[in-house]
């Protein structure tokens, strides 16, 4: 028989911001020691009281929008009560019944498929802290307590791994690029909702929880095994499956069930009576809105707008550095598909001859797209460009300068504009002084006469180039 | 009796009960489970006392995390005989000029009826919470001891005002605390349902509170309030939840006491847990954890929240037509020594007098066995009134 994959993921993703959801401690991620990074509050100690940071609220909305999300206007905090040394108040705040954020969707395209999953909802949760074991001792360390997350819930609409995986990859590109979140290593976790049933059946089959899953790649894996266990069981009877909470063993590549104990808790929610519901009003939610970066979706079609290639599009969806690279290089002036050719092939190219890493560092985006200006109207040639690409992402000279001194311009075939360059630089020797004694409006004198003396048969660019090429000797 | 928990200046002008923190001076908050425990900052009330020249002659005991009557089973300060609240007294005595007291189940109000003073509960969110011992944050709110209405005037006009460091501090607005406003004219309501359950000590002080405001033009009206009741049980079922989940923090893992012996975790919280709380505050965390379990939730915790927003409307449309209601604040004022194990039935009985203003919020002023309501931020009239009738005292 055939069977059916059937997923829903519960993401939590580390939000980008200064300071804890509900204190003022900020930068736990660059803390040196455990516990260097709390204060009164996120460890538990009586008499503090949690205090809202604004800037999560807008960051969780922001993420609710790029998931086309309803944003709710009245949404509060629950207390999650556990026992566990990590968790310093042996309660969690989270919101249960009335989170930030509902009813959103997402279209994931693999090669195979492409499927709209359904949000169910976004809500706003605090980190709990980490435990370390040496030897007979445990510590703690309530470094990353309080840190804020969002943790965006999916109906069970996935049906393979790939698809996952795809998912999984957008919003860490979405979320990075919108600076929501850094999505480092650790910073993005989930839990995956798994069963399987015949194709074609509506019927959903039983379902195991595999807990607190980081690396794709184990992901991948838990995945894979978990269905094909669970359409042993059925097949084969080789087991009776029952809905459980389960932990993947990165060792054995096999998934396990948890004590009984840890899965059957009753958290005993409740409202917290110390946090104001969130209101988020009209005026707010504009400037939320205002705020919002371009969805990626959004970014997809104007990218096949303008003709780049598919799997050029795909290469920049899935990589925020080069995505913002080329936003900024438009912005600087160049053209959308020229420049994300240049990027892809040209500087993609270049580091990996030289086997650099591409970072935000790599290339200023302004010197690019004169790069890129300076092919586009012939001042030099294409692999001209290309040298100079090499020599600004090595030395990050000034191209223009770099150029010239190089004379790197192309041979223009124009005595014409030369001798006419020359004749009124001679005509107009105080002007050419005046200008060598940084007097630059006479510059624009100099341009209007050379242009007469061409009888305007001439590209005023070239006629820049030109002037500023004589002037320099 | 023993006064003081920790006695910080000779000459300090005010006393604080141990459930308010003052950076560096030890804090059991009552409990054994905080042996050992010192805040590292300072309750933002004690910190504007301090800045208005008031500074802290001590901390005085209350009962485990303020769950008793009037603080008899207090952490190494368990009273013998007849029973009276250690800030009320030293107030009486002169001692202070004022205390602050945090009221949840009304410890406070008791202990001024029995040594004879005053104590205000404010309106809710009018003075912070920051730096308290915290167990039931929707109801709990620190006030004032002292011996005239005057003087709560006057600490009040410091301590109250919004603190950013506390969610539920309501914005900045201007609150009255004058003590003479005019209270000829004025409609007063006597709730039956609680003078019947007072014994004729009680009934004596408020006969003669009535025969006081009668004097001076306030007519006071006999009134039924059935809720007064139901009040009561919703505020212990969300008292007792709210506490269990706040005080669920202390566990012996990151301060405070820790038992000597455990195996592993679980043994690390029950055997710390089960020696550091007293019968009271165990019974109280059961209560609070059973009202908070999937299968009572419903019915015990959502409806309690339900019975808060009901009685609150009703006490609004009360207030529509008395400028204040008027009740006994205890059942009587000579509780002695009792075995813990009565502690809980015995509390819950009490409360019936205070859980109204705890549950909704709406400020209460006892003077002597009598209390005085009113609207939420109607504080002066309750000082006006009480103020009037200190005036027939003498
Ligand atoms: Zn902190």
């Known amino acids: 028989m055939k069977y059916e994959i059937v997923i829903g993921l519960e993401t939590h993703v580390e939000l980008n911001t200064k300071s804890k959801i509900f204190c003022s401690c900020g930068g736990h991620s660059s803390a040196k020691e455990a516990n260097d990074c709390v204060c009164p509050a996120c460890c538990g100690m009586p008499g503090m009281l949690p205090v809202m940071n604004k800037r999560v609220v807008e960051l969780a909305a922001t993420a609710g929008l790029m998931l086309n999300c309803n944003i709710n206007k009245y949404s509060t905090f629950d207390k999650k009560n556990y026992y566990y040394p990590d968790l310093p108040c042996a309660y969690q705040i989270t919101q249960l019944n009335h989170p930030i954020c509902t009813n959103g969707h997402i279209t994931i395209k693999t090669k195979d498929t492409e499927r709209e999953i359904r949000i169910k909802q976004i809500h706003m949760e605090e980190d709990a802290g980490k435990l370390v074991h040496e030897g007979n001792f445990s510590y703690v360390d309530f470094n990353r307590t309080s840190v804020p997350l969002i943790e965006i819930v999916t109906q069970p609409d996935f049906r393979s791994a790939d698809e996952v995986l795809t998912y999984l990859r957008k919003l860490k590109s979405m979320f990075q690029s919108s600076g929501i979140s850094e999505c480092e290593t650790g910073a993005m976790r989930c839990d995956i909702n798994i069963s399987v049933r015949p194709e074609g059946s509506s019927e959903y089959g039983v379902r195991t929880e595999v807990k607190n899953m980081s690396s794709f790649e184990l992901i991948e894996k838990a995945i894979n095994y978990e269905a094909q266990r669970h359409i042993d069981a059925i097949e084969y009877e080789t087991e009776e499956l029952i809905q459980e909470t389960r932990r993947f063993d990165e060792a054995t590549g096999k998934t396990f069930a948890m004590r009984n104990k840890e899965t059957e808790a009753d958290y005993r929610y409740f409202p917290d009576p110390n946090l104001m519901p969130i209101v988020i009003d009209d005026a707010w939610l504009e400037k939320i809105k205002a705020n919002k970066p371009i969805i990626l979706d959004e970014r997809e079609n104007l990218y096949r707008e303008v003709g780049i290639g598919e799997k050029e599009i795909a290469m920049l969806l899935s990589n925020h550095v080069l995505m913002k690279l080329l936003d900024d290089t438009v912005q600087a002036g160049a053209d959308l598909k020229t420049a994300s050719s240049w990027i892809l092939t040209d500087l993609i190219g270049l580091l990996k001859r030289k086997n650099i890493a591409l970072t935000a560092d790599t290339i200023a985006p302004a010197k690019l797209a004169r790069i890129i200006e300076l092919v586009a109207k012939s001042v030099i040639t294409r692999a001209t460009g290309k040298k100079l690409l090499d020599v600004v992402v090595e030395k990050d000279v000034d191209p223009d300068e770099y150029r010239i001194a190089n004379k790197l311009d192309m041979q223009q075939d124009s005595g014409l504009l030369e001798n006419a360059v020359r004749k009124v630089l001679q005509e107009n020797e105080t002007m050419v002084a005046e200008y060598k004694a940084g007097k630059e409006k006479v510059f624009q004198a100099l341009i209007g006469a050379t242009m007469k003396e061409l009888k305007g048969k001439a590209e005023p660019s070239a006629v820049v180039e030109a002037l500023r090429k004589a002037l320099l000797r | ?394």
């Open chain 2, 1 to 394: 009796m023993e006064y003081y928990v920790q006695k910080i200046k000779e000459n300090g002008k005010i006393a604080v009960d141990d459930l308010i923190l003052i950076k560096d001076v030890p804090s059991y908050g009552g409990s054994k489970i905080l042996e050992g425990f010192h805040s590292l900052f300072t309750a933002e009330v004690v910190e504007r006392l301090e800045k208005a020249g008031y500074p802290v002659s001590g901390t005085t005991p209350v009962g485990e995390f303020g769950l008793d009557l009037v603080g008899e089973f207090s952490y190494g300060h368990t009273q013998k005989g007849k029973l009276y609240g250690a800030a009320a007294e030293l107030v009486k005595k002169g001692e202070v000029e004022f205390a602050l007291g945090v009221d949840m189940n009304g410890a406070p109000r008791r202990a001024a009826a029995l040594s004879g003073i005053e104590f205000l509960k404010p309106t809710y969110g009018t003075v912070s919470r920051y730096g308290i011992i915290s167990c039931a944050a929707s109801g709990e709110q620190i006030g004032v001891y002292a011996s005239n209405a005057e003087t709560i005037a006057k600490a009040m006009k410091i301590i109250a005002g919004h603190d950013e460091k506390d969610g539920t501090s309501l914005p900045d607005m201007t609150y009255d605390y004058s003590t003479t406003e005019a209270v000829s004219g004025k409609k007063v309501a006597l709730i039956t349902e609680l003078l019947e359950k007072a014994d004729d000590d009680v009934k004596k002080q408020v006969q003669k509170v009535v025969a006081d405001l009668e004097k001076k033009g306030v007519k006071v009206e006999k009134i039924s309030f059935v809720n007064c009741q139901t009040a009561c049980i919703a505020w212990q079922i969300l008292m007792a939840a709210e506490t269990c989940n706040n005080i669920s923090r202390y566990d012996g893992v990151k301060f405070g006491f820790r038992a000597e012996k455990y195996k592993d975790i679980d043994e690390l919280y029950v055997n710390s847990r089960t020696e550091g709380f007293n019968l009271l505050t165990k019974t109280m965390i059961l209560y609070g954890s059973d009202v908070l379990s999937k299968k009572r939730y419903k019915d015990c915790y959502e409806k309690s929240l339900r019975a808060r927003r009901l009685i609150a409307e009703q006490l609004n449309a009360l207030f529509e037509q008395y400028a204040a209601v008027i009740a006994p604040v205890c059942s009587t004022l000579s509780f002695t020594d009792y075995d813990v194990k009565d502690a809980f039935t015995k509390v819950y009985n009490e409360m019936v007098f205070t859980a109204m203003a705890n549950l909704t919020g709406i400020p209460s002023l006892t003077k002597g066995a009598v209390q005085f309501m009113a609207k939420p931020f109607g504080e002066s009239t309750l000082l006006s009134l009480a103020r009037v009738s200190e005036k027939e005292d003498k």
